[in-house]
């Protein structure tokens, strides 16, 4: 009798486990990818999944014969979950995530807190906004198409090429936007704008600068140059591909944003 006992409890165990991974994540199989959630997220996965899709779709209507591995999503339910997924991943125990922070994407997944959790656990991001959410979930997805092409798949080890990394991924996602570049153009014509690349990744514009030179870099180069770039982790290797040097990329980009 305890033995039949025993059976049935493991059987009821193995069957409320499917599903399921450890920490109470639900997981569903999508096409490329699986999304992770918890069982408070069930009503909201097929929304979030459409944001997934058109990011993904976007991705490689720009880099067209291009492919995205699988890869998976995890929807957090708040922001202490996604700082326990990062502390774990960047082996930074006490990291605390500013409150604009709600995603992050490398090779082999996206994490993400609940979109409609945003005006609660962030200080910057809306829901309601589709256009804006679309765009950062795109963002976040072009980190992980970039990671699978980059010689560090979770952007660990590169060397100077912060605003590439970022500004590719502004760019793609339809974030460097008329507002950015009237940005852009008022820092040039103020006598702002930087000198250098490491500069570029600075600052309130950030986005706004390293975007523009990604677009740069896009227009002068082409797209298939643009898409060479991205196994490069450090910014010789850039540079060299190019066959120009940091001033003349910097001169390109000056040039170029002002006639934009």
Not at 81 to 94: E, G, I, R
Not at 110 to 121: A, G, H, N, R, T
Not at 131 to 152: A, D, K, M, P, Y
Not at 214 to 239: A, P, Q, T
């Amino acid at each position: 009798m305890k033995i039949q006992t025993i059976a049935l409890i493991v059987l009821a165990i193995s069957i409320l486990g499917r599903g399921t991974t450890n920490n109470n994540w639900v997981v569903e199989k999508h096409m490329g990818y699986n999304i992770y959630y918890t069982s408070i997220e069930k009503e909201n996965i097929n929304e979030y999944s459409k944001f997934v899709n058109n990011g993904v779709k976007s991705v490689l209507n720009f880099f067209p014969n291009s492919r995205i591995k699988e890869f998976d999503v995890y929807v957090h339910p708040n922001r202490q979950s996604l700082d326990s997924a990062w502390q774990k991943d960047w082996n930074m125990p006490d990291f605390k995530s500013e409150c604009w922070m709600v995603a992050s994407g490398i090779a082999n997944k996206l994490d993400v807190i609940s979109p409609k959790q945003w005006s609660i656990e962030s200080c910057e991001h809306n829901y309601s906004d589709t256009v804006g959410t679309q765009r950062l979930i795109t963002h976040e997805l072009v980190h992980v198409f970039h990671g699978q092409h980059n010689l560090s798949p979770d952007f660990n080890d590169i060397d100077g090429i912060d605003w590439f990394v970022e500004g590719l991924a502004t760019y793609v996602s339809g974030q460097m936007d008329a507002k950015r570049i009237a940005q852009v153009k008022e820092l040039i014509n103020s006598k702002g704008a930087p000198q250098s690349l490491n500069k570029f990744w600075t600052g309130n514009y950030k986005y706004a600068l390293a975007g523009s030179m990604v677009m740069s870099i896009d227009k002068k180069y082409g797209r298939s140059k643009l898409f060479e770039l991205l196994k490069f982790n450090k910014l010789d290797g850039i540079l060299s591909s190019l066959n120009t040097t940091e001033e003349g990329l910097v001169s390109n980009w000056r040039e170029f944003m002002q006639h934009e």
